[in-house]
């Protein structure tokens, strides 16, 4: 997740990452009397040139940002010639943009950076593209596209937009609909996104209302405090769209201390607490929207393309792409145990 955020969610048939793009392909290699567009090799398993990859990234101090880091390092280990030089996570910007300094003077071959501050680390991202280091820049976005080789992110508007549409579907045919919505820490960017995006959404079906809105702070204990504000103030309502699913933990708890169940719930993440709710069936969450954590292997992946000079497999181009967004799948009952393994603790 982008900018300041304490916290930033893998991919099926309706997400592709980059990780999965990155695959040989090897029934469609270009003659020699084929144009340069197709000459670039794709990036595959194969092991190739030796490449070492600094990793600057969050310190782990939720579900969301540990695997993160989890799906960096064990990417990383998948390829054999994939030195991977770690810093100890930080949020504290001034300390990351020593540890990227300090990557930077040991000239590795590619940075991924998964930034405190997406604005306050853009002056060392410079720093590195003009020393001749690409930059993968990973979900907080840096202030300039000039500090970046290539983003790749999740998509905040995209699991506003897809909770608002699954509920609409849900309620679409009830009169005089409501729904909540229980939100993250309101002065990120991230927040205002994913609440335009439900709001957009919910546009959509003009039987919905929604009547209120509380914003928390991305934790267990705001999610339990928040939701028993809201839970007092709406008598009845018929949705309710929480965030994240780390403060959704707390927001059931809530909610079952309070022995509402009128309503359904949709989660945001993916935590595997979240789908495993989902898949028992037996509370009110019935659906959680992704912001998969798999984006650090794919920024391995994609670092690991650039310090070989390798373009990406499926894909007609010689270089990897400049930006990379993730698709925010919906996790339901039908499809939980596809993702299941993706779940985060």
Known sequence: MPETSRRGLLFGTAAVSAGALLTACTSNEPKKSETAAGSRPAADDKPGKPVTIGYAGPQADHGWLNAINVNAKSRAEKYSEVTLEITEGSNDTAAQIGQVKTLINKKVDVLVILPADGKALTQVGLEAMKAGIPVVNLDRIFASPQAYRCWVGGDNYGMGLNAGHYIGE???????????????????ELTKQRSQGFADALKNYSNIELVARQAADFTVESGQAKMAQLLQAQKQFDALWNHDDDQGVGALRAIEQAGRDEFLMVGGAGSKSAMDAIKAGNSV??????????????A??????????????????MEIPTSLTLYSAVVTKDNVDQYLPTGFS
């Open 285 to 298: 969450l019935k659906a959680t929207v992704l912001y998969p954590p798999t984006m650090a292997a794919s």
């Open 300 to 317: 391995i992946d994609l670092a690991r393309a650039l310090g070989q000079g390798k373009g990406v497999g499926g894909l007609a181009e």
């Open 170 to 188: 849900q309620l679409k045919d009830k009169p005089n609909a409501k729904v909540v919505e229980l939100a993250g820490i309101d002065n990120l």
